[in-house]
């Protein structure tokens, strides 16, 4: 990473007695992707919207690009694309002129033609904005959110409700921001989305950072792994567990499918192997399953991230 | 070096006055798109300015030369209040005063695009009323400058109420309540009937109203000519109340 694009300290909004951000510090990779990763009423919008320039927090620092997004805003403004969760378009207005409308602020915009081409609004361009689906407003949104070419963009849940083919256009797109080296800032729940486009993922639950680092970090780090194959049934486990480091765990939980629990180095693979072969066994369907960012978020929250 | 990809950073504001010119150009194209803005701004003047000029109902000698004013005042009280308080509410209903707000455009930048669209439709609305009335038979006199001057503090006066109004209530019932106030100050505002011919008790408060410096000044701009300088210090006070009231109390989302 070249520098920092955001940088967020001690972070505290409420809203009467309730924190919806009650202490948040994270940081954001120049050229990164940024995915925050929460389930919903963790506090993503609220986050982002301080960011923005469109709340201010109670307590704590903002900087996105060296800029207080509170005091700086008219300076910011023109550097940041933002894609609202919903609304911020006129109902009458068409596609095209709502795009040619916000284009027309910048000084270098992209081509409105090319990036409803591109985002698939070409044949709705001319229907009036309120008679598009779902997934055609989205998709409106996130071309708003990037027409005027900014250094940074926030794009609150991107995906939300795009049918397969549409989130994957969007994920292409972002990957495309990425590559031409613009700082990405989204938030979603879901995983997949994070694991794919993030260089970094930070978790936020309940307005708090409950983790953060690039995906592979978060669910390597402390990682309880298993390993697991497939053999004929019945084997006596007892050598097996005798020769693994202590701490290890071996059991066949169903007739011919074994589980060995643990840390999962290359040595206790080996054991394993050693321990098959010294039976005239091959292991078949060997796997090593490392935990993904869904149970990385269940063991730190207690909570599943689609609630 | 490395070739650039299409989506490179290249950030920076167009120039203000393409922005809000773009801005204004908007406005002006919904407004013209809808129809029930149509009907308040320009169907329902140019409807009254008719049927009254050629029904002899008002005890007016010259009936259009009487009305033309008082329809005028009606249409930018329709644009200036009326229809900005229903269009400014749902705006923020939409989530659009935000969303712009935040762009190069700004905060300032919406309101005076919003504003010059707004004069957009008021210069069409007098001259399609102006060639009505010259169909009618009227012949122009009076202080053109006079009547402009007028026009434009009015517009001041009932903007800065029409967002006063949009600032407290929600969308439907802003629609509503904004209906209905056009409604009450077409009849009491001196646009049709003289206010002089009102019951007394409603005469005296009709007589501070908005609608009425409007419309009584434009009679005396387009009749006699010369400033009427009665009429103009009262929109100048509205307007300062409307836009200092609005201002305090005016929500962007």
Known sequence: ?307 | MEARGVLAPAPGSAPALRRVAAQAAMELRLQLRNGEQLLLTLAIPILVLVVFSVAPVLGVRDRVAFLLPGVIGLAVMSTAFTGQAIATGFDRRHGVLKRLGATPLGRSGLILGKTAAMLGVEAIQVVVLGLVALGLGWRPHGSVAGALLLILLGTAAFSGLGLLLAGLLRAEATLAAANLVYLVLLVVGGVVFPVSDLPAAVRGPAELLPITALTDGLRAALGEGGLPVRDLVELAVWAVLGAGLASATFRWE
């Open chain 1, 1 to 307: 990473m070249a520098g920092v694009a955001l940088e967020v300290t001690d972070l505290v909004k409420r809203y009467g007695p309730r924190a919806a951000l009650d202490g948040v510090s994270l940081s954001a990779g120049l050229g990164a992707v940024t995915a925050i990763l929460g389930p919903n009423g963790a506090g993503k919008t609220t986050l982002v919207e301080i960011c923005e320039g469109f709340r201010r927090q109670d307590t704590g620092q903002v900087r996105v690009l060296g800029l207080d997004p509170g005091r700086e805003g008219r300076r910011l403004r023109p550097l940041i694309g933002v894609m609202l969760q919903q609304g911020g378009i006129y109902p009458a207005a068409r596609p095209r002129e709502m795009l040619e409308l916000v284009a027309a602020y910048y000084a270098n915009p992209l081509d409105p033609a090319a990036l409803l081409r591109r985002l698939g609004l070409l044949e709705v361009a001319g229907v009036p904005c309120r008679r598009l689906s779902g997934g055609q407003r989205q998709r409106l949104s996130l071309a708003l959110a990037i027409v005027g070419r900014p250094a940074m963009v926030f794009l609150d849940e991107p995906t939300t409700g795009l049918d397969p083919q549409a989130r994957q256009a969007a994920w292409e797109l972002i990957s495309e921001l990425r590559r031409d080296g613009v700082t990405v800032i989204l938030t979603t729940h879901y995983l997949e989305e994070a694991e794919r486009l993030a260089d970094r993922v930070v978790i936020i639950d309940r307005g708090r950072v409950v983790a953060q680092g690039a995906p592979a970090e978060l669910t390597e780090a402390g990682a309880r792994r298993r390993l697991e194959f497939r053999a004929r049934p019945g084997l006596d486990l007892a050598g097996l567990a005798a020769a693994l480091p202590s701490g290890h765990v071996a059991r066949e939980v169903s007739p011919g499918h074994y589980v060995v629990e643990g840390e999962i180095g290359p040595r206790v693979v080996a054991e394993v192997a050693t321990w098959c072969a010294d039976r005239g066994v091959l292991p078949g369907d060997l796997r090593i399953e490392s935990r993904s960012l869904e149970d990385v978020f269940l063991e730190l929250t207690g909570r599943e991230l689609r609630s």
